[in-house]
């Protein structure tokens, strides 16, 4: 009898135990702290990366050292109760508030795991290092190669530390795939061009080439998006090289990175409510790019994520039928649910989600988000929690990026 119970116990604990380690299996986060576990102890890991700079060609470039935003062997849970974190203005229409209210909502449950962020926009000095001299006809200048000489376009822009921008999408990540084979090898490389994660993307993924990769999947069922993006690119979020970051992620940084911290946390434009410290067009930026390390920091070492150029955002919007041109950054939230109900590392819509490609209420648009506006844009526009969008394969003076690595 008494080896019976042991066997019966036995065969509890074991299932139990499987339970959980199916639990652990599905979030391997809950074997990591919360950031509230130890606010102090996390916070003191936060900030600047001392001897941090991006080396190339055995030469440190300037400006690109990073902060660690949430520490590795934390995660940070973020679940808003009110409205107190963003402020709308009272000309802000209610087809605006999917936009207006960030990546944090009240009763979205976000949980981020461990990352690091550049203290700065990507400069056109790094951009030029890692994607070479000529590279810089992308930027702002069109070259012309029976002279092999440039014709500068847009003098205003053009700098070794102002930020990169004239840059589309593919552009953009093929830049971070480059960075991340030269600095840390091939095998980190974010970016790929199939769904094993297989085929590293590169321009003619993009479509500045003829030929799609084998086993390519386009955006629609039928044609590649108008939009000239061939092949449509994928994240493999277990690699740990250069990426852009999220939206979620992009806010949570901006803000201070501390929730707790209420006063910094609800600020309007980035760990401040006084519009002077971002370069705006209240604050007389004027219609051009300032230095990537240019006003004051953020508490934990991030400079201009509000105004100056507007940072592109891996996270795709959709377009949802019947509400006109509404833009929809969070829908089907389902898709990266974690066992306990919080939304872990949300990446925004693809089309790869089978529950969005499943909804026909919805069309995929061509759009990426933009945070933190630019120096052309008035104060209000650079609201902290204000996602904008902007088109895949254009190119425009107001826009660059900055780049950040999963720990």
Same mark, same amino acid.
């Given at each position: 009898m008494k080896n019976f119970i042991f066997i019966v116990i036995s065969c509890f604990l074991l299932f139990s135990c499987s339970d959980v380690l199916q639990d652990l299996d599905k979030s391997k986060n809950f074997?990591?702290? !919360? /950031?509230?576990?130890?606010? !102090? /102890?996390?916070?003191?890991?936060?900030g600047p990366i001392e001897d941090s700079e991006i080396v190339i060609d055995g030469e440190k470039i300037p400006y690109t050292s990073s902060s660690v935003v949430i520490p590795e062997g934390y995660h940070e849970d973020i679940c808003s109760v009110n409205e107190n974190?963003?402020?709308p203005r009272e000309w802000d229409s209610d087809s605006d508030s999917d936009s207006l209210k960030g990546a944090f909502p009240p009763g979205r449950k976000v949980r981020l795991t461990a990352f690091e962020m550049s203290q700065f926009e990507v400069s056109q000095r790094l951009y030029k290092a890692v994607m070479g001299e000529k590279s810089r006809s992308i930027a702002t200048e069109t070259y012309d190669s029976s002279t092999d000489r440039y014709f500068i376009q847009y003098p205003q822009f053009i700098g070794d530390d102002l930020p990169i921008v004239m840059l589309d999408f593919v552009e953009i990540i093929v830049f971070c795939n480059k960075l991340t084979e030269m600095?840390?090898?091939?095998?980190?490389?974010v970016y790929y061009a199939d769904q094993n994660f297989t085929i590293p993307y590169t321009y003619e993924h993009g479509g500045f080439a003829e030929g799609w990769p084998s086993g390519y999947k386009p955006r629609n069922e039928n044609e590649p998006s108008s939009s000239?993006?061939?092949?449509?690119p994928f994240m493999n979020p277990a690699k740990k090289g250069y990426r852009l970051p999220t939206v979620a992620e992009w806010e949570y940084a901006a803000r201070g990175a501390n929730p707790s911290n209420t006063e910094v946390w609800n600020a309007q434009y980035g760990c401040t409510n006084d519009y002077n410290d971002i370069w705006c067009e209240d604050s007389r930026a004027g219609n051009k790019n300032h230095s990537v390390k240019s006003k004051k920091e953020n508490p934990i070492g991030l400079y201009n994520m509000c105004g100056n150029a507007n940072e592109y955002c891996w996270d795709k919007t959709v377009w949802k039928a019947g509400e006109g041109?509404?833009?929809h950054f969070i829908t089907h939230d389902e898709a990266y649910l974690d066992v306990d109900g919080y939304i872990l590392n949300p990446r925004g819509n693809t089309w790869t989600d089978k529950q969005l490609y499943a909804d026909k209420s919805v069309s995929f648009s061509n759009y990426r988000c933009t945070m933190g506006r630019s120096h052309y844009q008035y104060a209000w526009m650079c609201r902290v929690y204000s996602i904008g969008s902007y088109s895949e394969s254009l190119k425009n003076t107001e826009y660059g990026f900055r780049i950040c690595r999963t720990l």
């Open positions: 074997v990591k702290c !919360e /950031a509230d576990y130890d606010r !102090e /102890a996390f916070t003191q890991k936060q974190h963003y402020t600095t840390m090898g091939k095998a980190h490389i000239g993006i061939k092949c449509e041109s509404l833009i």
